[in-house]
């Protein structure tokens, strides 16, 4: 066995915990003699580091890619263990019982669901190995970091496959109720509970996002409310992401840059991705979170009642292969409603999380010519003038919606203690 390693920052990579892990890939893929290289894909995560390793077996062209998941290592991985444990139980405790699930109907009615092949939880060498699904075809949709915007008919297959994802809650309930209710009794959500955000100091930086936001906010009556609410930020998300009167299993973290897409057969199919934020929530947290991170207001305004017949349609049309009434369970003037109670939610997770997707080259202080390229100079500006035309577009819409003040209504109701 031969290691051939291609990676930017050795401290980042544990050649002996990789190494370990990659002998029992090889063992569960029947390879028994075999050399690897590996290639370092991502040095800039907050969470976990990606690598490559493409294991060729000896003496044969036969080859595996996979990719492997590892926490940073530094000081926060043993504050993000957590989120290492709630992926795995994600994809042990409910991607795999939905892969089963899916068994009962033909493949071409199935959402496509990623497969992990070996998983670490010891404390220090946590990780987790995917096969990689960018050699079978998938690739990254560009659209937004490319500047560029969605169109319908995308938003409208990614709200489809949503639909399935969040319908096979409900098909796992219908099969197991009992099991059901034990898995989502451990998915409560995880990134807005108290002594989490402690330990990770997110509590802080969330703050500071939103201070960050609303301080480019043209329009001082919008400027003047939203600082009004500072105080109960994080308590309100948490109220907005805990289980209502129907919930199924959230994705949590649901964004472009988290699905993959695969042209297959004249149509175009998706892959969720990343599931450290799966929660038991409603339904509705997966579906604003999208619009308002990845769609501008216009868009919203055109499309957000066609986009949920498109999302109802399909979890109407997925739960009948199961000989499930959807309507029994979630009605669309549900659907409807609850839109109205969460864009709301949707304007906050914009406020947080939009200088996070439109990201700044500033660490604590603004660039200065003669102390960066001028390209990253281009690049700062560039982005900064796109941060302040999402967030001040968000504000604008809300202003004149009235979500704006269902916000502030929202956060009468809530008590710091």
Not at 239 to 253: A, E, Q, R, S
Request: aromatic share 10%.
């Amino acid at each position: 066995m031969s290691l051939n390693v291609n990676i930017s920052d050795p401290d980042e990579f544990n050649c002996i915990e990789l190494h370990s892990a990659i002998e029992n890939v090889a063992k569960v893929m029947n390879i028994p003699d075999f050399s690897y290289h590996v290639d370092y894909l991502n040095g800039n995560g907050y969470i976990a580091n990606i690598f490559r390793v493409i294991l060729t077996e000896t003496g044969s062209d036969k080859t595996i890619s996979v990719i492997v998941k590892t926490l940073i290592n530094t000081a926060r991985k043993d504050l993000f263990r957590e989120l290492h444990l709630r992926e795995v139980n994600a994809y042990t405790q409910i991607i795999n019982k939905f892969r089963i699930l899916q068994k009962d109907i033909e493949e071409k009615n199935r959402i496509v669901l990623p497969k992990y092949i070996y998983f670490s939880n010891e404390k220090g060498n946590e990780l987790l190995i995917f096969k990689e699904l960018l050699v079978n075809g998938f690739k990254v949709n560009d659209t937004l970091a490319t500047h560029n915007k969605l169109e319908f008919s995308q938003v409208s297959l990614i709200f489809s496959e949503l639909a399935k994802l969040h319908a096979l809650s409900l098909v796992f309930a219908e099969n197991d109720k009992d099991l059901y209710n034990k898995v989502v009794s451990s998915f409560s959500d995880l990134i807005f509970e108290q002594s989490f955000l402690d330990k990770s100091k997110l509590r802080d930086h969330f703050v500071n996002l939103f201070e960050e936001s609303v301080e480019v906010i043209n329009n001082p009556m919008a400027k003047d409310k939203l600082e009004s609410i500072k105080t109960k930020l994080l308590p309100m998300f948490k109220n907005y992401v805990k289980p209502k009167k129907t919930n199924v299993l959230c994705h949590g973290d649901f964004w472009l840059n988290n699905i993959l897409f695969k042209q297959m057969d004249n149509e175009e199919k998706l892959c969720f991705l990343d599931f450290q934020a799966m929660r038991y929530a409603n339904p509705l947290t997966d579906i604003v979170y999208f619009l308002y991170i990845c769609t501008d207001s216009q868009f919203r305004s055109d499309y957000t009642d066609k986009l949920l017949d498109v999302y109802y349609d399909s979890i109407k049309t997925f739960l009948s292969l199961f000989d499930i009434d959807a309507s029994s369970i979630y009605t669309r003037d549900e659907l409807g409603s609850n839109m109205e109670d969460y864009k709301a939610y949707g304007l906050l997770i914009a406020l947080v999380e939009m200088r996070i997707i439109i990201p700044n080259i500033q660490t604590d202080q603004e660039p200065k010519k003669g102390h960066i390229s001028d390209v990253d100079l281009k690049i700062y500006e560039k982005s900064d003038i796109l941060f302040r035309s999402r967030i001040n577009d968000v504000a604008t819409e809300a202003m004149e919606n009235g979500v704006l003040d269902r916000l502030l209504s929202d956060a009468k109701t809530i008590e710091i203690h």
